[in-house]
Nanobody, 123 residues
Framework: QVQLVESGGGLVQAGGSLRLSCAASGRTFSNYHMGWFRQTPGKERDFVASISRSDVSTYYAESVKGRFTITRDNAKNTVYLQMNALTPDDTAVYYC????????????????WGQGTQVTVSS
């Protein structure tokens, strides 16, 4: 199986930026589509962004389009989420996920999940 460890969360002011990282181990990273999700208390875990294992296709939630960018570095077995122009609405625990599906799709289920990293945006 693959293990995922998120890092890079923290406390920032509105308008600031953070870059989250998700380090993968255990299996060949390039075999997996990768996604970022976030969750706030009392809500379902929401899709944020995803990137195909081929590094060709990406999806973004409408709420983060133009502000967040998902990238991957297969040589480092790491996926990133660059978050710019942060607002308090972006406050959440952010989770990294991986799946070996043949084709990346927006609503697919992910088999592997990290433990999450907290992002807090103050106003």
């Amino acid at each position: 199986q693959v293990q995922l460890v998120e890092s890079g969360g923290g406390l920032v002011q509105a308008g600031g930026s953070l870059r989250l990282s998700c380090a993968a181990s255990g299996r060949t990273f390039s075999n997996y589509h990768m996604g970022w999700f976030r969750q706030t208390p009392g809500k379902e875990r929401d899709f944020v962004a995803s990137i195909s294992r081929s590094d060709v296709s990406t999806y973004y939630a409408e709420s983060v389009k133009g502000r967040f960018t998902i990238t991957r570095d297969n040589a480092k077995n790491t996926v990133y989420l660059q978050m710019n122009a942060l607002t308090p609405d972006d406050t959440a625990v952010y989770y990294c996920a991986a799946d070996p599906a043949i084709t990346l799709r927006r609503d697919m289920q992910y088999h592997y999940w990290g433990q999450g990293t907290q992002v807090t945006v103050s106003s």
